[in-house]
């Protein structure tokens, strides 16, 4: 018996969010909400090219988002420092 190992994925972009940043080169850092392989969707950060391709990245799922929401929320940010966090 042989066995199919090609590695198939599906997305679908349910919701783009917000665009956090943009290189030189065009590529954007986003925050969208996207379902894979047809799955719940989840939040998803991380870097698309202008034609869509996309670079590793990171999921949430709702509760690790309300997380590290609270957690930004605790932060003091000024002039580009930060006062909290490891090692602090």
Same mark, same amino acid.
């Given at each position: 018996?042989?066995?199919?190992?090609?590695?198939?994925?599906?997305?679908?972009?349910?919701?783009?969010?917000?665009? =956090?940043?943009?290189?030189?080169?065009?590529?954007?850092? $986003?925050?969208?909400?996207?379902?894979?392989?047809?799955?719940?969707?989840?939040?998803?950060?991380?870097?698309?090219?202008?034609?869509?391709?996309?670079?590793?990245?990171?999921?949430? @799922?709702? $509760? $690790?988002?309300?997380? =590290? @929401?609270?957690?930004?929320?605790? =932060? $003091?940010?000024?002039?580009?420092?930060?006062?909290?966090?490891?090692?602090?």
């Amino acid at each position: 018996m042989t066995e199919d190992t090609t590695n198939h994925f599906t997305f679908q972009v349910i919701d783009r969010v917000a665009v =956090l940043s943009t290189d030189s080169k065009g590529w954007t850092k $986003e925050l969208n909400l996207i379902s894979y392989n047809e799955k719940p969707a989840v939040w998803d950060i991380r870097k698309w090219s202008p034609n869509g391709k996309m670079s590793r990245g990171i999921t949430l @799922k709702n $509760e $690790e988002l309300i997380a =590290l @929401k609270e957690a930004l929320q605790t =932060l $003091e940010m000024e002039k580009g420092e930060h006062t909290h966090g490891y090692g602090r």
